[in-house]
């Protein structure tokens, strides 16, 4: 149980986290402002990455945080299941086999 | 009276316009100013797309009437709305008719810093499906206040409420006053005709179909903002010369980046805005994602939409269909306020002509009027409206919700379900015309309103909603005193433009006032944590119990989320936050005491 509720919490924050930076990469440029001298596909390096990393970036992060957080939903659907008393077993199997995460 | 879209925005951020032609190297002298003027061909198919429009919004509001039959159906669309619907339909809540129109006039003005402030929507977007909405769709309740009512007690859920109908106003005024200008300036009506019209036709179909009708017009309202930018957007660019990328206006203007870079230097600068005249720093950007990033997160009528998924999954899939349409839509407006920035320099200054502020609310008209034919250039017209309808529906639904039921459920707490649809009824017709009324001749501090209503969701409902369903600790006391002291400083320091009692707190330059979340949402936080702390933390089963069946637990730990390094974390990092932006910042403090006009200076000169 423990193991799994420690996963949600840290999937849940570097998720949190990721999507932050993601859409808010402009220190970066304060950091490393060479980066604003480029360009790439005839705009600013600064301008493209900042909307392709803000959006086209981020979806496919938002999709591997959906696999691994409906992963986390049915790893406590199993344990539930595991560990409910035996007249609930029944109810909690079918549940997790019809949809795990509601 | 201006035609002014976001007035309060503009008046904050908009450059006299001379300054533009004096950038542009050899830009003859400014003589006059460039009134949009639409066509008759404009105005009589604006006409009819929007009454073709208005008939089916109403159409389909009157067809869901039939499927509401209780208060789940009402408030929740029977949670039965599939992820690509919700998808649209979040994407349409969430783009208001200052996106649609505004995002433009602001690019116009402020340029890549608008850059900055669109991402952090859209983080904040994302950052409710992984922060708040799994839990809150487990909750199996209608609104994020009533989630504060039963996990804080009736106390919060009032201050919850009463927090929700001041930001929601703040956020409608401008809306309602939007949807009349449009009506005003499009097909010449009188402005009070206009909100008439456009105010109880959104007030007749949330109102009659509640959640279901609100979701299927925002599906659809979303479908029609879309093509009303991207047909006119390709066709732009085109005629600018941008080539084969522009059939995909987002990153369609590469090839014109030379031009504008000969025009106006600043224009793609990450370290200043206005036209290089103000320093943006690492400071200004933090204090953007608190209370853009983070005041998305508290919104109401957002996290409402997660309430209509069938499943957690299907919630997060809506997310996933969300992420791609806002982005359509920002990088296709960012498409034609590039476009519209580049003909308002080359075209229109180099002929002496200069852009009013509130004339460059309508620059998505202007360039379709000025590059596409008549029956192409009347769609951002019905996007228009539809961007507006499809946000104060949402805002209506969720006043409707938080009156008609959250505070009615107190009141009458064993009222039957029928009763609680009736509710609905009465309090969102009662929040539509209420609103309507106000946006007749709108308080002023209402229209500095749509930034403002994010620095309130952000201080008040984001640290509780959060804590709350993240922490066991946080407790009645702590969130109480959390959202009284979140929502004062946000409302005090907006109106001290940053300072409290004559203390300084948010150094944050002339556009500081704009982002007073990195110290009253911090404040928020710290207090929410301490004072839940010190009074002991959150005591009763019952509601720890639903602490960990809300993250999908059927059985109860009491260990679980009730540590105390993230409470710890979160008070240590709020402290931060509120002594870093009481620090002076010198590059502010130049830019002031160089140039920047105050709010109330700037906003004079629009007249509103």
């Given at each position: 149980m423990q193991r799994i509720y420690q996963r949600e919490c840290w999937v849940a924050l570097i998720a949190f986290a990721v999507v932050t930076f993601l859409t808010h990469i402009f220190p970066v440029y304060f950091l490393f402002p060479a980066i604003t001298t480029f360009t790439i596909f005839g705009f600013p390096a600064h301008y493209l990455l900042t909307m392709v990393v803000g959006w086209l970036v981020l979806m496919p992060a938002y999709w591997y945080y959906i696999k691994v957080s409906e992963q986390i939903d049915q790893e406590i659907e199993q344990y539930e299941?595991?560990?409910?008393?035996?007249?609930?077993?029944?109810?909690?199997?079918?549940?997790?086999?019809?949809?795990?995460?509601? | 009276?201006?035609?002014?879209?976001?007035?309060?925005?503009?008046?904050?951020?908009?450059?006299?316009?001379?300054?533009?032609?004096?950038?542009?190297?050899?830009?003859?002298?400014?003589?006059?100013?460039?009134?949009?003027?639409?066509?008759?061909?404009?105005?009589?198919?604006?006409?009819?797309?929007?009454?073709?429009?208005?008939?089916?919004?109403?159409?389909?509001?009157?067809?869901?009437?039939?499927?509401?039959?209780?208060?789940?159906?009402?408030?929740?669309?029977?949670?039965?709305?599939?992820?690509?619907?919700?998808?649209?339909?979040?994407?349409?809540?969430?783009?208001?008719?200052?996106?649609?129109?505004?995002?433009?006039?602001?690019?116009?003005?402020?340029?890549?810093?608008?850059?900055?402030?669109?991402?952090?929507?859209?983080?904040?977007?994302?950052?409710?499906?992984?922060?708040?909405?799994p839990?809150?769709?487990?909750?199996?309740?209608?609104?994020?206040?009533?989630?504060?009512?039963?996990?804080?007690?009736?106390?919060?859920?009032?201050?919850?409420?009463?927090?929700?109908?001041?930001?929601?106003?703040?956020?409608?005024?401008?809306?309602?006053?939007?949807?009349?200008n449009v009506f005003q300036v499009m097909f010449h009506w009188d402005y009070t005709t206009g909100l008439i019209v456009g105010g109880l036709v959104v007030t007749t179909y949330v109102t009659i179909g509640g959640m279901y009708g609100l979701s299927y017009n925002q599906t659809a309202q979303a479908i029609i903002m879309g093509i009303a930018l991207f047909i006119p957007a390709v066709i732009i660019l085109w005629k600018l010369g941008a080539g084969w990328p522009s059939i995909f206006p987002p990153f369609g203007y590469g090839n014109l980046v030379p031009q504008m870079m000969e025009a106006l230097p600043s224009y793609f600068d990450p370290f200043t805005t206005k036209d290089g005249t103000l320093p943006l720093t690492p400071k200004f950007y933090t204090a953007i994602m608190l209370s853009?990033?983070?005041?998305?997160?508290?919104?109401?009528?957002?996290?409402?939409?997660y309430f209509t998924a069938p499943t957690v999954r299907a919630a997060k899939i809506s997310t996933l269909w969300g992420i791609l349409f806002i982005g359509l839509v920002f990088f296709t407006t960012f498409a034609i306020g590039f476009a519209a920035k580049l003909y308002t320099v080359n075209e229109l200054n180099a002929n002496g002509l200069a852009i009013e502020p509130s004339e460059a609310d309508l620059l998505v008209v202007v360039m379709s009027q000025a590059f596409t034919p008549a029956w192409i250039a009347a769609l951002p017209v019905a996007g228009a409206l539809a961007a507006g309808m499809s946000t104060?529906?949402?805002?209506?639904?969720?006043?409707?919700?938080?009156?008609?039921?959250?505070?009615?459920?107190?009141?009458?707490?064993?009222?039957?379900?029928?009763?609680?649809?009736?509710?609905?009824?009465?309090?969102?017709?009662?929040?539509?015309?209420?609103?309507?009324?106000?946006?007749?001749?709108?308080?002023?501090?209402?229209?500095?309103?749509?930034?403002?209503?994010?620095?309130?969701?952000?201080?008040?409902?984001?640290?509780v909603l959060i804590l709350?369903?993240?922490?066991?600790?946080?407790?009645?006391?702590?969130?109480?005193?959390g959202m009284v002291v979140g929502g004062f400083l946000s409302i005090v320091l907006w109106w001290t433009k940053g300072s409290l009692l004559g203390v300084p707190l948010v150094q944050l330059g002339p556009l500081g006032f704009l982002v007073t979340a990195i110290f009253s949402a911090s404040a928020a936080w710290f207090t929410t944590v301490v004072v839940s702390l010190l009074t002991g933390g959150e005591k009763d089963e019952r509601i720890l119990r639903e602490v960990d069946r809300i993250h999908g637990w059927r059985d109860y730990h009491p260990d679980r989320y009730n540590g105390k390094a993230f409470p710890f974390a979160c008070a240590a990092i709020a402290l931060a936050l509120m002594i870093w932006s009481a620090m002076p910042d010198p590059a502010f403090e130049a830019a002031s005491a160089a140039k920047a006009p105050t709010a109330t200076e700037v906003a004079s000169t629009t007249g509103d």
């Amino acid at each position: 149980m423990q193991r799994i509720y420690q996963r949600e919490c840290w999937v849940a924050l570097i998720a949190f986290a990721v999507v932050t930076f993601l859409t808010h990469i402009f220190p970066v440029y304060f950091l490393f402002p060479a980066i604003t001298t480029f360009t790439i596909f005839g705009f600013p390096a600064h301008y493209l990455l900042t909307m392709v990393v803000g959006w086209l970036v981020l979806m496919p992060a938002y999709w591997y945080y959906i696999k691994v957080s409906e992963q986390i939903d049915q790893e406590i659907e199993q344990y539930e299941a595991a560990t409910e008393p035996p007249a609930r077993t029944a109810t909690a199997a079918a549940r997790a086999a019809g949809g795990a995460d509601d | 009276m201006t035609r002014s879209l976001l007035p309060a925005l503009l008046a904050l951020l908009v450059v006299p316009v001379t300054a533009l032609a004096q950038e542009a190297a050899g830009a003859p002298e400014i003589t006059g100013t460039y009134r949009f003027e639409p066509t008759s061909a404009l105005s009589t198919l604006g006409i009819v797309y929007t009454v073709a429009m208005v008939v089916l919004f109403l159409y389909i509001g009157w067809l869901s009437k039939n499927r509401v039959a209780t208060s789940e159906d009402y408030y929740a669309a029977g949670r039965n709305v599939g992820g690509l619907s919700n998808g649209l339909a979040m994407t349409s809540n969430y783009m208001s008719l200052a996106t649609f129109l505004g995002f433009t006039a602001l690019l116009w003005s402020i340029q890549y810093f608008l850059v900055a402030i669109v991402l952090s929507f859209l983080g904040g977007f994302v950052m409710i499906s992984i922060a708040i909405a799994p839990s809150l769709r487990r909750w199996g309740k209608f609104t994020s206040m009533q989630f504060i009512g039963d996990r804080f007690g009736h106390t919060a859920k009032i201050i919850a409420v009463l927090c929700m109908i001041l930001l929601a106003q703040l956020y409608l005024i401008g809306q309602m006053k939007g949807v009349g200008n449009v009506f005003q300036v499009m097909f010449h009506w009188d402005y009070t005709t206009g909100l008439i019209v456009g105010g109880l036709v959104v007030t007749t179909y949330v109102t009659i179909g509640g959640m279901y009708g609100l979701s299927y017009n925002q599906t659809a309202q979303a479908i029609i903002m879309g093509i009303a930018l991207f047909i006119p957007a390709v066709i732009i660019l085109w005629k600018l010369g941008a080539g084969w990328p522009s059939i995909f206006p987002p990153f369609g203007y590469g090839n014109l980046v030379p031009q504008m870079m000969e025009a106006l230097p600043s224009y793609f600068d990450p370290f200043t805005t206005k036209d290089g005249t103000l320093p943006l720093t690492p400071k200004f950007y933090t204090a953007i994602m608190l209370s853009i990033a983070f005041g998305t997160i508290g919104l109401p009528h957002i996290a409402m939409r997660y309430f209509t998924a069938p499943t957690v999954r299907a919630a997060k899939i809506s997310t996933l269909w969300g992420i791609l349409f806002i982005g359509l839509v920002f990088f296709t407006t960012f498409a034609i306020g590039f476009a519209a920035k580049l003909y308002t320099v080359n075209e229109l200054n180099a002929n002496g002509l200069a852009i009013e502020p509130s004339e460059a609310d309508l620059l998505v008209v202007v360039m379709s009027q000025a590059f596409t034919p008549a029956w192409i250039a009347a769609l951002p017209v019905a996007g228009a409206l539809a961007a507006g309808m499809s946000t104060i529906g949402g805002l209506l639904m969720v006043i409707g919700t938080g009156i008609g039921n959250d505070i009615y459920s107190t009141v009458v707490p064993n009222a039957a379900d029928r009763s609680r649809v009736k509710a609905g009824y009465i309090f969102t017709a009662f929040g539509g015309l209420v609103t309507i009324i106000l946006a007749l001749n709108p308080p002023d501090f209402l229209l500095t309103s749509v930034i403002w209503a994010f620095v309130v969701a952000s201080s008040t409902f984001t640290p509780v909603l959060i804590l709350g369903i993240w922490w066991k600790g946080a407790n009645k006391m702590g969130a109480i005193a959390g959202m009284v002291v979140g929502g004062f400083l946000s409302i005090v320091l907006w109106w001290t433009k940053g300072s409290l009692l004559g203390v300084p707190l948010v150094q944050l330059g002339p556009l500081g006032f704009l982002v007073t979340a990195i110290f009253s949402a911090s404040a928020a936080w710290f207090t929410t944590v301490v004072v839940s702390l010190l009074t002991g933390g959150e005591k009763d089963e019952r509601i720890l119990r639903e602490v960990d069946r809300i993250h999908g637990w059927r059985d109860y730990h009491p260990d679980r989320y009730n540590g105390k390094a993230f409470p710890f974390a979160c008070a240590a990092i709020a402290l931060a936050l509120m002594i870093w932006s009481a620090m002076p910042d010198p590059a502010f403090e130049a830019a002031s005491a160089a140039k920047a006009p105050t709010a109330t200076e700037v906003a004079s000169t629009t007249g509103d």
